[in-house]
């Protein structure tokens, strides 16, 4: 008797194990949901991406706040893609606390970026010479955007469901160029003009990955799709709300793979790089334009999905460090004089561009009274192999190249602009070199190698975390 109930036990213990193991496996599988949710401003809502106030007339494409949320277990993270030029601090802050209050997921864990269109709203510093209407709206809008943002969060974790993740890295050289060179009197020109006579060569080399990160269901049903690339979104220009050549590419890949995918795309590390081929003299404006990059990309985009390699679900790990980082420092006499420039906009005698640049960079930095500015870097990580690094400027490529290069996880993707928006960040090289986006620079040399580095060592902890290895025991 005793014998068979020491074996009657054992199977019930054995079930119970079974069962648990069941609960556990159940509980850790991969999850994903997605949403799109409309954040155009109304008409009159002056427009961003330039140094003087241009009000909108109306809208070619809706601007959206895309959201993807994937959960592994008990952790949740949210990666949301704004058609926006930037999205300063203020903004992020509002919306991790609206994200967090409703659906549990912590700032750590939510990582907010701009895809950096120039046809969109403008987002701050020069609103000023705006009129009272306009400036009105711009202020709805503002209180309005943090909720928009939580919204995209809240709906796509009402659409979370059993998922897959692949990603593959495809290779697009054709669309992108560096937009500093060196030239013939020895300075550096900054978009210097297609088919100009006197550039010798560009300062630097573009960054042709395209990352490409796709949640399904397991019966292979489309949710959503991650694409990332580096190059600067001022190519359709005009008074219309645009979310430039993002749209194009959204689009098309919904008409490949059906209109419940969502598209969310984002900028890499484009701080030097643009759209403009100097050595064709084809004019390169308008929605034409945009069509063409996104035309192109998109394909690239498609052809990637023949390569995607599903990733093991892991471990979703979120993290934040707080970077400080010097600023120039600005006088009185500083001050007074840019208040002079960016008196004299739009009348005759008008300053020459150079000198609006610094005169918006004096008056910025003057708030900062000669604190440095806090940058957030983020890292968010599924599992050993997909990481997404979160950088709040616009970053010169090497940088983004040099994060890559020491990542320990082979699809390592770089959203810029992203969790805040502290202008240029040029690499130490290109200090020395000035022009446009040194003179514009909020912050002192050597920043951001500061970022970098950051990003590194997160990157490095998330991973040891997950597989315990030794850096050296990477395998690439």
């Given amino acids: 008797m005793q014998v068979v109930l020491f074996k009657r036990k054992v199977v019930l213990l054995v079930a119970l194990a079974a069962v648990l193991v069941g609960t556990v496996a159940q509980a850790a599988e991969l999850r994903a949901g997605r949403a799109a949710v409309d954040i155009t401003p109304s008409k009159g809502m ?15 494409d809706e601007l959206q706040s895309k959201a993807i949320v994937f959960e592994y277990g008990s952790e949740r993270a949210a990666l949301v893609a704004l058609d926006l030029v930037s999205i300063p601090k203020r903004f992020v802050v509002e919306a991790r606390r609206l994200i967090e209050a409703r659906n549990g997921i912590p700032a750590s864990h939510v990582m907010i970026s701009a895809t950096h269109s120039h046809t969109g709203p403008s987002m701050g510093s020069r609103l000023q010479r705006a009129d ?18 939580a919204e995209s969060v809240e709906q796509a974790v009402a659409d979370l469901q059993p998922a897959t993740v692949s990603a593959a890295v495809g290779h697009e050289d054709s669309i992108s160029f560096i937009r500093r060179f060196r030239m013939e009197d020895g300075s550096t020109g900054w978009n210097p003009g297609k088919l100009n006579p006197n550039i010798i060569e560009p300062l630097g080399e573009i960054d042709p990955a395209v ?41 098309m890949l919904a008409e490949v793979r059906g209109p419940e ?41 498609l052809r990637t999905f023949r390569k995607l390699e599903m990733a093991e679900p892991g471990a979703v790990q979120g993290s934040r460090r707080i970077v400080p980082l010097k600023t120039p420092t600005v006088t009185s006499e500083d001050v007074t004089w840019a208040q002079g420039v960016v008196d004299r906009y739009g009348k005759p005698g008008a300053s020459p561009f150079y000198d609006q640049v610094k005169a918006f960079k004096f008056l910025e930095l003057k708030e900062h009274n000669g604190k440095p500015i ?25 940088l983004g ?40 620079a909020r912050v002192a040399e050597g920043s951001g190698e500061k970022m970098a580095e950051a990003a590194i060592d997160m990157l490095i902890e998330h991973h040891k975390t997950v597989t315990g290895d030794h850096p050296g025991s990477w395998k690439r």
Avoid at 132 to 149: F, R, T
Avoid at 268 to 288: E, F, W, Y
Avoid at 407 to 425: D, F, K, M, Q
Wanted: no cysteine; hydrophobic share 40%.
């Fill in 261 to 301: 995918m969502v598209t969310a795309f984002t900028i890499g590390t484009a701080g030097n790089i643009n759209h403009l081929d100097v050595k064709s003299g084809t004019p390169q404006k308008g929605h034409g334009e945009a069509a063409r990059i996104g035309t192109i990309l998109a394909g690239e985009v």
């Fill in 211 to 251: 990352p490409v990160v796709y949640f399904e269901t397991p019966d292979q049903k489309p949710l959503a799709t991650y694409v990332n690339f580096a190059n600067h979104l001022d190519t359709v220009g005009g008074m219309e709300f645009s979310a430039d050549y993002p749209y194009t590419v959204a689009k």
């Fill in 401 to 440: 190249q040099a994060i890559k290069l020491a990542s320990p996880y082979p699809i390592t993707i770089i959203a810029e602009l992203a969790n805040g928006s502290i202008g240029y960040v040029p690499d130490r090289r290109a200090y020395p070199q000035g022009a446009y986006e040194v003179i514009s």
């Fill in 132 to 149: 009272n209407k306009a400036a009105k709206i711009a202020a709805d809008y503002h209180k309005a955007l943090p909720g928009l943002i």
């Fill in 46 to 60: 002056p427009m961003a991406g330039y140094y003087h106030v241009r009000l909108n007339e109306g809208t070619h």
């Fill in 374 to 398: 806090d940058a957030e870097v983020q890292v968010i990580t599924i599992g050993d192999e997909i990481a997404w690094v979160a950088l709040p400027g616009e970053i010169f490529v090497e």
